[in-house]
């Protein structure tokens, strides 16, 4: 049983600035000389980025459902036993979603501060604070921390405004320099704000005067008892234990497009490729670095193609040598952003059309709203794969779907995945540790 100190930063809503308190909470205790864990609830490779900047270390998922339950036990109980505090930043509003926000901390019984954006707002504050705090009885409720506050009479009223029993855990105000910026699909990348750090401790210098700065209180997580097989790839949420995995990918060398192009890798599926006995490596598309010749296999993850997409078609060393990678019969795995790299054309949403490598056939169009969000799951012959979609393009292709991925909540079909020849091409972006076998297969080439 490991313990350490531990809080939830949820909210009402999204866009209340979780992911600021959050980063600028898990900067402030870094400064103090802690080590700092912080993990984000949900499928998001965005604020990962943020939050892996401000605390110094690598920040990974939460889910009850993509994750499994005990899978995130495990995670949990691991940090505990090497960090001083442990953050966890919600998703969406804090009942959002099944599971929710509240259904995680409700299960590992870590307290929940939440984050109400108090602009334009007064004594309201209060009602809103009162029905967090009493939607649900199993939720350790902590207290609420006010940001975007216009003044400290404003704050004053805030405070006043709070039902007996919640406390108030300070208040932060609006300000353009500490505020991250945000586009389609969530917050800029990390890489991409120039002053982030600059940002990151102006945050922390206005938290470190309030109630929320101190230590929350310790919780205890436990890992999970019951034994696996080494043999048994099994889902996280199957009550066992993760123990020692086969190495099913010993000998391969995977190599793994990264930039701001393409960045949305979770540290849990590149961990799991180091774990399974691969190789990995990265090179770039967007600065024109060809994949090695040496790879047996290339990981296309998403990103965002389509912000570059004019320097990826004049990159031709980059291109070419995935095309030869291809027209070797060597596995390619594209997902998203990737698998928009590989068709033949992508338009943008103001009507610019630039082509692409051509590997895959069909087009891409870029809209300005959501095409696809939310859970989604592969099954195939080695079992169930967790993952989730979010993208804002649709894709026109003569290729036939050899799988539909699930949704857990409808019968609705999901993503398709494509094949074609060593290519395997999807929206879905797969949660890899939910099933090690079917991850090797996907980079040996035979998942399907």
């Known amino acids: 049983m490991a313990q350490c100190p531990a809080l939830f930063i949820s909210a009402p809503a999204s866009g209340q600035g979780k992911t600021t308190i959050t980063a600028a909470l898990a900067r402030h205790h870094r400064r103090q000389g802690r080590r700092v864990r912080v993990f984000k609830t949900g499928p998001d490779f965005l604020d990962p980025m943020i939050l892996e900047r401000a605390s110094g270390a690598p920040v990974l998922s939460l889910d009850l459902w993509m994750v499994g339950e005990s899978a995130c036990r495990e995670l949990l109980a691991q940090a505990a036993a090497q960090a001083d505090l442990i953050l966890i930043e919600g998703v969406m509003g804090l009942y959002d ?11 590992f019984g870590v307290p929940v501060v939440a984050v109400i954006s108090a602009q334009a707002m007064a004594q309201t504050f209060g009602a809103v604070a009162f029905g967090l705090a009493h939607y649900r009885d199993d939720v350790p409720m902590r207290g609420v921390f006010a940001n975007r506050v216009g003044s400290p009479r404003h704050a004053q ?6 039902p007996p029993g919640l406390e108030w855990m300070g208040s932060i ?15 800029h990348q990390a890489a991409e704000i120039a002053d982030l750090d600059k940002r990151l401790d102006k945050a922390a210098d206005a938290l470190a005067c309030t109630p929320l700065a101190g230590l929350p209180p310790v919780v205890q997580f436990g890992p999970t008892q019951a034994p696996v097989s080494a043999s048994d790839p099994l889902r996280p949420d199957s009550g066992a234990r993760p123990g020692p995995l ?38 770039s598309p967007l600065a024109d670095e060809p994949a090695p010749d040496t790879a047996t296999a290339l990981y296309l993850p998403g990103g965002y193609p389509e912000l570059h997409a004019a320097t990826l078609a004049r990159n031709a060393r980059a291109a070419d040598s995935v095309r030869a990678h291809a027209a070797a019969g060597k596995p390619v795995f594209a997902e998203c952003g990737g698998m928009l790299y590989l068709l033949e054309s992508l338009t943008n949403a103001d009507g610019t ?33 967790t993952g989730h979609t ?14 539909h991925a699930t949704r857990p909540q409808s019968d609705a079909a ?18 890899w540790p939910s099933n090690p076998a079917f991850t090797a297969a996907l980079f040996h080439g035979n998942a399907f």
Do not use: C, K
């Open 97 to 107: 979603g099944t599971p929710s926000s509240a259904d995680l901390a409700a299960a």
């Open 157 to 162: 009223m805030l405070e006043a405004a709070l």
């Open 173 to 187: 105000a609006s300000a353009a320099d500490i505020e991250l910026p945000d586009r389609h699909l969530g917050l």
């Open 246 to 283: 086969p190495r099913l990918l010993e000998g391969a060398h995977i190599a793994v497009a990264r930039d701001a192009a393409f960045s949305f890798i979770y540290p849990a599926n590149l961990a799991l490729l180091d774990t399974l006995g691969a190789r990995v490596s990265f090179f």
């Open 353 to 385: 059309t630039t082509p692409m490598l051509g590997v895959l056939p069909g087009h891409v169009q870029m809209r300005t709203r959501f095409t696809a969000l939310g859970m989604q799951q592969l099954d195939g012959p080695l079992g169930t794969m």
């Open 390 to 403: 979010f993208h804002y393009s649709h894709v026109s292709t003569p290729l036939t779907p050899v799988l």
């Open 414 to 431: 999901g993503e398709a995945v494509y094949r074609s020849g060593p290519i395997v091409a999807t929206y879905m972006h797969s949660y």
